[in-house]
């Protein structure tokens, strides 16, 4: 990988952990309702967010992503204060005007799809977006992410079989985030198997799984399944192995639960590379972390919805 490449990806990776770790730190001040978000996905996540071609309309990729890919839109732009805000829920938050949960990522000029709370139910949104990417042409494709647990979820089966009726293909790239656990359940109790990427065997749909705590390998692995559903226009599923650094959530009070880290590990490995050292790596954090430290200050000053905005943005409004 081209070695200013490397680095990029490592400086995003650094500038969301600390942005997650920042949340974490606001919601146990009292600065937010409700925490949840990707530590531990950086790796995988910000390659996503890099290789997106971002755009609006049918001719670039739609995402339809979940709770935990705060790195990816990160990796394509969205500066870490707006996430502040969604989570403090000041009118400022440019994905919901403060009225949805934190990591619920709505970004209409990047296609970026409204995030639902109820897990897999992106899976078939995805759908649609994919089928008029069909008709339309082109080389714009449909991308869905979702956890290992939510695969048990109907919807997840019906994106397999929509996606892959035999003439009525659909250009989607499915991803699974697999953490190894659903909220407190192992997978290992739910599922017969850690290789869900098989689950497209039965219906002739092309896999893969890759080490989602490698950037690089992610990143080689994205290119090639990216490149398959742009030009062949029919769908691909791709497993990432990946950590859940903070457990499930704000919920499970956001404590470290171990697993392998995926900065760490791509921090010694740069450094073995010569090319970034603790002490420049170590800025680097500092760097994100005064910047945080800013946004925070920034965003408790900033206005919070009142009642008179309660029927904005409703689809329907009864004629008075
Ligand atoms: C339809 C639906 N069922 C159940 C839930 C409750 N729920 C929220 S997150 C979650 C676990 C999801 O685990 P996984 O898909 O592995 O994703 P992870 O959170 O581990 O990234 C569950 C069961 C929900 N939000 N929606």
Redesign the pocket.
Known sequence: MDPKLALHIHDVMVQSRQTEEALIRMMRSGHGYFW?GGPGEEAFGVPLGLLVDKGSGPAHDYLHL???SSCTVMAMGTAPIDLLRQMRSTITDPFSGGRNFAGHLSIPQWNVVPGT?????QYVTALGTAWVQRRHGGTGISIVN??????A?GDFASCLNWSSRPGQELPILMIV???G???S?P?AQVQNTPALHERAIPFGIRHGRVDGNDPQASWAALQEAMAYVRTERRPFLLQADVS?LYG??SSSGARPEGGRDCLSEYEAKLADQGLLSPQQAAQIHERWREHLRDAVHQVLKEPMPTKDDVFTHIFYRAPD
Do not use: K, Q
């Open positions: 949840i979940h709770y935990r709370s109820t897990i897999e139910t979702g956890g290992d647990a939510g695969t979820e985030t697999h953490n656990i659903g909220i359940t997978a859940r499930h959530s």
